[in-house]
């Protein structure tokens, strides 16, 4: 497959909200929106409850990949196809909002400002539901170092040990394209590419660690917190309409310790591809491999998407068959005995 003219390459895209689409439903601030803040956090309040309208629908926002003169972590410019404002508008990052909804699932929310009319958005880097609070628990004006468009990230961090298809398990920042990996599914399959970043571990850059044995591994994993386990269920379960899980490892802390994240310092991160969406195995149990298609690659670091688009510009890769598992379910499945089970996939 030809590598694409990296003049064609697409354009950052993500969905932002409104800001008058999420309001303060009690609190200090009590009747204001986003959008009253005028983009300045200092005008929200911690302990203010939050929610999203009913009917709330998020705009596109395409953003220039390339940094344009001038533009540091904080402004990003907007491209052809957003559904606010004009090409070469500016974009700034004014801060990050971290939230606890009632269940205790935590998200993080940039609140951005468009220079050229002042308008206020909110980008959830979780998702958010209608008619439900949300209580402002932290107000941050640094918003972190990386760019809008390096706001989530699907890898391993070096060291994690990758299963080949002779049964060896080899550091993954020694990996190199053509070699062998075991998948579940399709048996030995070979690598395409194989993809590094190296990130400040804050914010939701920070990996998720996997202590040894927590899951059956046999080290500990390092992964970033949008990387998805895999988890077979050999009983089907009511609440199941598959007996195959792909659980995000932030959806996977406990309260012991066995699974948690770990701030400061730099991550090097790895994301590896294969002709189709795979599971493979890392330090002995199965997890994901990078999935080619728009949803997942526009989420990576800016190197890492760019690299991958135009090594695959057709970003076709079908997701692998399982059902993905949020918050709500595993607490109704039982994390310990979802933990328990995975020694026997």
Known sequence: MPPADPQTAPDYGCQAFLGEDIAVTAGANLGDSLADTGGE???????????????????????????????????????????????????????????????SDIVEMLL????????????????????????????????GEGRLADIACLAFARGTRITLSDGRQMPIEALEPGMRVLTRDHGPQPLRWVGKAALRAIGSFAPVVISAGAMGNAGDLIVSQHHRMFLYRRAREPLLPT??????????????GAVFIREGG???????????????????????????????????????????????????????????????????????????RRRDS
């Open 112 to 143: 951005l400002r468009l220079e050229e009319d002042g308008r206020v958005l909110a980008l959830p880097l979780s998702p958010m539901a209608p008619r439900t609070d949300y209580s402002l628990i932290e107000v941050s004006d640094d918003p």
């Open 41 to 103: 956090i200092a005008e929200t309040c911690a302990g203010d409850v939050y929610q999203l309208a009913p009917g709330a629908r998020p705009v596109a926002l395409s953003l220039r990949r390339d940094a344009a003169p001038g533009e540091s972590a904080r402004s990003q410019t907007l491209a052809a196809g957003s559904q606010v404002g004009r090409p070469g508008d500016r974009l700034t990052l004014c801060g990050r909002l971290t939230l606890m909804a009632p269940d």
């Open 243 to 256: 007996s195959e899980l792909l659980v995000q490892a932030r959806h996977l802390i406990d309260d012991e």
């Open 266 to 340: 730099v991550v090097d991160y790895y994301s590896l591809v294969f002709d189709r969406h795979e599971i493979i195995y890392a330090e002995g149990i199965p997890a994901e491999s990078l999935r080619v298609a728009e949803a997942t690659v526009e989420r990576l670091p800016r190197g890492l998407s760019r690299a991958v688009r135009d090594a695959f510009p057709e970003l076709s890769q079908s997701q692998h068959f399982g059902t993905e598992a949020d918050p709500q379910m595993l607490d109704k499945l039982g994390r310990d005995r979802l933990a328990g």
